[in-house]
């Protein structure tokens, strides 16, 4: 018996006598009744989809779901190259360093002094040295930096293609990153004297960092400073090719290290090809040499796998908490904005015995560059979108990427339930149409209506939607202002953040309730309209659930540190009954807020933490274009501020 026989079958048994109903009708029905029922999923397990994203997440440091790290690229040939580091150029670096430390002990030496200094060694090498100045008007004093460069033009090349080896005057604690800039003079030194590089060399000594590296990489690639930007800079008397990849050196130690770690993080989350990376740590691996992640080495052994999924899980938390603000953490990090591959290799310090010098160091840089000298084309073969547990492992975007989405996808289903259930909300299954016997015409049944019994009203939430989103702009807009009040000291970064959350309050709590009864009144929902908290609600989640995913394609951390949080405050938010339910919802959607995320970094982290990253947000605006503040301001808090006012409404 087939199909349609069963569903034609009476409940007594019997075959119904009653007009079979034809294939469009019938599809019709049916198209309902999946409706019905996906309705009733998304508004009972939307939940699912975060439960799962979360599960999965927490299975990313298993060491199954691992990569190990190769070279895609065939030509790159990490280690295979012959090397000639000798111990007549260990024995350079070390007089680099003694020269170093008096250079910066002189009571007059300024930055253009030292970069002074830089540009007559480069020239001294052979190479084509010249210094760079620029100023940062910053909101306490005008800081005038200095560039010292150095060109190595390739023997075998034209000079259209180019690495750079650089290091900052200091490190980011404001030691001074001696052996850093005694490898780069090492290598300045060592470089020209063997012919088969193909390639350009441009040696860069910054100071100060990473503002140096800006203002080098701007002028460089033809941007002219205006007399207004913060930033203005000198051009550039030397030029090279186009810069395909560029390797940072902080060594700030007294010449012996326990081992190298790697950072790779640039502005806004953006990463270097993942063959770089494995390029470097092969290099250095084939020398003997320790490599880590940051400041962390991975052990050989781990005492059982639970072990190894704690140290895999901490990894990764670190790797996200330096990706996540997409703020530069080193010189490297500015790279990205010109499509340049580049990481820094930074000497780490450790009670291990076991050290490594400028020996091993020297070896190791000097095969890296051999492998990228091979290259004939940028490299394309291996993945821009990844996230490391170790130095020697990786996470692909297609292993990783899901559970990120997941979860914002409740908030999509959210948003869908909402919109079901401001029109018609059915109890129970659709019944099927019925064909009268007698005319044969289709008698729609009384619990299907033609329309909607209610209408969906879009102007009180549009216009709250636009109310918040043009208070994150003005949030935006003073944002600097309050960054120079307080750098100036008329202000104190406690006092910016009671006033925020009090400015805040205020708005959400009584000026956009009060406009909203202005306007259309309370919104409350009758028999023949859908309140309007449901649409407003419907709409932001739709808006927050687009920006989260379209997040976690570019910087993956972020999404997931706002996801986390804001993902199950957006679903409690409704207009409460009851005062359990309403300070429940106000703490979830409160903790979600910038100033509650800020809030939290304080109290993990420290209150200096937390104001230095609000601080380090302007400042990445205005110096470096970084996208963290713009987003927050003019898509998170309004959103955030949307959840607020929903939960005052029908109060």
Not at 336 to 352: D, K, Q
Request: charged letters at 15%; a positive charge; proline letters at 7%.
């Amino acid at each position: 018996m087939g199909l349609l026989a069963l569903l034609r079958r009476r409940k007594d048994g019997k075959p119904s006598t009653e007009p079979s109903l034809p294939k469009q009708l019938l599809r019709v029905h049916y198209r309902r009744v999946v409706s019905y029922y996906l309705q009733r999923l998304a508004a009972s397990s939307s939940w699912i989809f975060y439960i799962v994203g979360l599960v999965v997440l927490l299975l990313l440091p298993y060491e199954k779901l691992h990569h190990r790290a190769r070279t895609d690229e065939n030509a790159l040939l990490p280690g295979q190259a012959n090397k000639y580091w000798s111990a007549l150029d260990v024995h350079a670096v070390n007089e680099y360093r003694q020269q170093l430390k008096k250079v910066s002990s002189l009571s007059g030496a300024n930055a253009t002094v030292k970069a002074d200094f830089l540009s007559e060694q480069f020239k001294e090498l052979g190479l084509d040295g010249s210094v760079q100045d620029f100023v940062v008007y910053t909101h306490e004093k005008k800081v005038q930096g200095a560039n010292a460069y150095g060109i190595f033009r390739a023997p075998r090349a034209d000079g259209t293609e180019a690495i750079v080896i650089s290091a900052p005057w200091t490190c980011g604690d404001g030691k001074l990153n001696a052996d850093g800039v005694s490898y780069v003079l090492g290598l300045a030194n060592f470089l020209p004297k063997f012919s088969h590089w193909a390639k350009d060399f441009v040696f860069l000594i910054t100071n100060p960092s990473p503002i140096g590296t800006h203002a080098w990489l701007e002028a460089y690639h033809g941007q002219q400073s205006g007399p207004k930007d913060i930033l203005q800079y000198d051009p550039l008397a030397r030029h090279s090719g186009v810069i395909q990849e560029a390797i940072n050196l902080e060594f700030c130690g007294d010449g012996q290290y326990t081992g190298l770690g790697v950072f790779v993080e640039g502005l806004n989350g953006q990463l270097p090809n993942a063959d770089l990376v494995t390029t470097v740590v092969s290099t250095a691996k084939y020398e003997s040499i320790p490599v880590g992640l940051h400041d962390t080495i991975t052990p050989t052994y781990f005492a059982d796998n639970w072990a190894r999924y704690l140290f895999n899980l901490e990894s990764i938390l670190g790797y996200m908490t330096v990706q996540a603000p997409g703020l530069p953490m080193a010189n490297h990090a500015l790279y990205s904005r010109y499509h340049i591959e580049a990481l820094t290799i930074r000497g780490m310090n450790g009670p291990e015995t076991y050290k490594v010098g400028a020996p091993q160091i020297g070896r190791a840089i000097e095969s890296a560059l051999r492998s990228l000298n091979n290259l004939l084309e940028r490299l394309h073969h291996a993945y821009w979108f990844y996230l490391m547990p170790s130095a020697f492992a990786y996470i692909p975007i297609s292993v990783y990427i899901p559970p990120i989405i997941l979860l914002s996808v409740t908030l999509i289903f959210q948003s869908l339930k909402l919109w079901w259930e401001s029109g018609d909300t059915p109890t129970h299954p659709p019944p099927r149409p019925k064909i009268l016997p007698k005319s044969g015409l289709v008698m729609r049944p009384k619990e299907i209506p033609s329309f909607p019994r209610r209408d969906r009203p879009l102007f009180l939430p549009l216009a709250t939607l636009i109310m918040c989103h043009a208070t994150g702009f003005l949030t935006f807009y003073l944002a600097p202002t309050l960054r120079v009040l307080t750098a100036l000291g008329h202000l104190t970064s406690f006092n910016v953040a009671i006033g925020a959350f009090i400015a805040s309050t205020v708005l959400y709590s009584f000026l956009i309730p009060m406009l909203q009864r202005l306007l259309q009144g309370s919104g409350a929902g009758t028999s023949e309209s859908a309140p309007a908290w449901m649409m407003l609600k419907c709409l932001a989640s739709a808006e927050l659930a687009a920006a989260l995913i379209a997040l976690a394609t570019l910087n993956p951390s972020l999404s997931v540190a706002l996801a986390l949080p804001t993902v199950p405050a957006f679903v409690l938010a409704r207009p409460a009954k009851s005062y359990i339910r309403f300070f429940l919802s106000l703490a979830a959607v409160s903790i979600a807020s910038p100033l509650g995320l800020l809030a939290a970094v304080a109290v993990w982290s420290g209150l200096d933490t937390a104001m230095s990253l609000a601080s380090a947000a302007v400042d990445g605006w205005l110096i470096y274009r970084a996208w963290l503040l713009p987003f927050i301001c003019l898509v998170y808090w309004p959103l955030n501020m949307v959840a607020h006012v929903i939960i005052g409404m029908e109060q």
